[in-house]
Each structure stands twice: as structure tokens, then as C-alpha cells.
């Protein structure tokens, strides 16, 4: 009576035990990488990190442009060094465990994740572009209202790209924010350069 669930049990454990020793090579690797991984962050990052604090990067940039960045320099080069090391590490898990065929997928994920990335990091230097510009011109508000109005037409135009729309709504809708700021711009040129010879022709008139 006992034969049958004892055959099913030296069964199920033989294949367990198979199973086992054919990943334990990977699991070895994968925790070479993972080691290997933490050694790089761990000295490559600290020496990175003191020679970026030697440069003063921050620093030289508030002292030159006096411009003070939202992010700091060095805390931008490490995160890029931390994610080279963490996708490097990534894609080798994908190719040892699941294989080449899942790599396509991820690199897809991956480049989509970094355009959505590089969009918001853009978002924050224009507005921190006119936010000094701002401060340093000290425009009015109505300039401040234009600057606003023209840095959210370039971000309408990145975040289009990142979308799912079809290719032809993508470039009517490029067509039409290119000719909307071209003509902002057209306009603000002439007012710019030109506002005071329309302010003296205004006066002249109502005289």
C-alpha cells in the first residue's frame, strides 16, 4: 500500500535534488556578481566620491555662473555610477537564470524607464534655468508668466515622446508646439529688442 506513495516521494525529491545542483553553478555566479557588484560600489564609489569632493564641482559652478543646482554634481555622478553597476547586474541575472530571449525585453523596459528619467530630469533644469535667469534679470511678472508658458511647451513636447500615441498624432502634434514656440519666441524677439521704439511711437500718436 505504501509502495506507490513512497516511489511518488523518491521521485519528487530526485527531481528537487536535480533541480538543485543545476542551479547551484548559477547561484554560485550570482553571488560572485553580487560580491563583485559591492567591491565596485563600495572602493570604486568611495574614490569617485573623494575625487569629485576634491574637484568641488558645486562649488565651481555657484562661484562661476552663481547658479546653485537643485541636485548636487557629485550625488548626479554616483547615482549614474550605482545605476550602471545595479543594470549591469541586472541584465547578468536575466541572461544567466532566464536567458538571451528576456535580455530584448529588458533593454526595451530599461530604454523607456530612461527617456521617462531624462524627461524629469530636464523638467528640473529648465526650471531651474528660469528660475536663475529670473532672479538674475529680475523681470516683471509678465515675463515670468512668458518664461513659465514657453518651458511648459518644451516639456509638452518631451512628454509627447514618451507617450503611446501613433507616430502621426505624435508629429501633428510636434508640428503644431514647433509652430507655436517659433512664434512665441518671434513675438517676444521683436517685443524685446524693439518694445522701446514702440513705446516713444505709442506716445508720439497720443500726442
Known sequence: MDQPGYGFLEEFFSMISREILYLMPK???AILMIVTAFIILRFVGGGVR???SMADVDGMIKRYSGIELPISFNNIILSLLYIGVALALIYGFINLFLGEAYIEMATSVMIYGARV???????ILLFTA??????????ESRMKGYLFFIVMLLLTAMLIDI???SEPV??????GLA???????AVFSIWFFFHEYFDKMLEKRRR
Not at 130 to 139: G, H, L, R
Not at 170 to 175: A, D, E, G, N, P
Request: charged letters at 15%; glycine letters at 6%.
Open 27 to 29: 547561484l554560485l555566479i
Open 50 to 52: 573623494k575625487l569629485l
Open 117 to 123: 528619467i531624462s524627461v524629469i530630469v530636464l523638467a
Open 130 to 139: 528660469s528660475s536663475a535667469v529670473i532672479e538674475k534679470i529680475k523681470v
Open 163 to 165: 507617450t503611446a500615441l
Open 170 to 175: 505624435k508629429q501633428s502634434l510636434y508640428t
Open 179 to 185: 509652430i507655436g514656440i517659433g512664434a512665441s519666441l
